[in-house]
């Protein structure tokens, strides 16, 4: 069943600013690696964020100084504050923990769907 929700998608317009949340479900437990992810339409979803269980964050080329992962473990929750959108950011995001693995350090920093295996169902971020 489903263990990651995320929130907080909308239609923005370029320049402007959003912030998703990635909440856990009670019991989540999966945390060595979080991350975020996108697919725009007729494109292959592409990595955009994950953070490690040593606080290290990873980001695509593409966000990097525009978006920041942060967390409040309080409220299980993960967040991706997107600054500065622009059109091409436009896209169905996800959230998503990492399978379990002993080499979670350099497998979360590859940021590639294929080793993600918890997600959520997606928010639609569109910018115009």
């Known amino acids: 069943h489903v263990q990651l929700v995320e929130s907080g998608g909308g239609s923005v317009q370029a320049g402007e600013s959003l912030k998703l949340s990635c909440t856990f479900v009670?019991?989540?437990?999966?945390?060595?690696?979080m991350g975020w992810f996108r697919q725009a339409p007729g494109k292959p979803r592409e990595g955009v964020a994950a953070?490690?269980?040593?606080?290290?964050?990873s980001y695509a080329d593409s966000v990097k100084g525009r978006f920041t992962l942060s967390s409040d473990n309080a409220k299980n929750t993960l967040y991706l504050q997107m600054n500065s959108l622009k059109l091409e950011d436009t896209a169905t995001f996800s959230c998503?923990?990492?399978?379990?693995?002993?080499?979670?350090?350099?497998?979360?920093?590859?940021?590639?769907?294929?080793?993600?295996?918890?997600w959520g169902q997606g928010t639609q971020v569109t910018v115009s």
């Open positions: 009670s019991g989540f437990s999966n945390r060595k690696c």
């Open positions: 998503a923990a990492l399978r379990p693995t002993y080499t979670w350090r350099d497998t979360c920093r590859r940021l590639r769907a294929s080793d993600f295996s918890y």
């Open positions: 953070i490690d269980g040593d606080g290290t964050a």
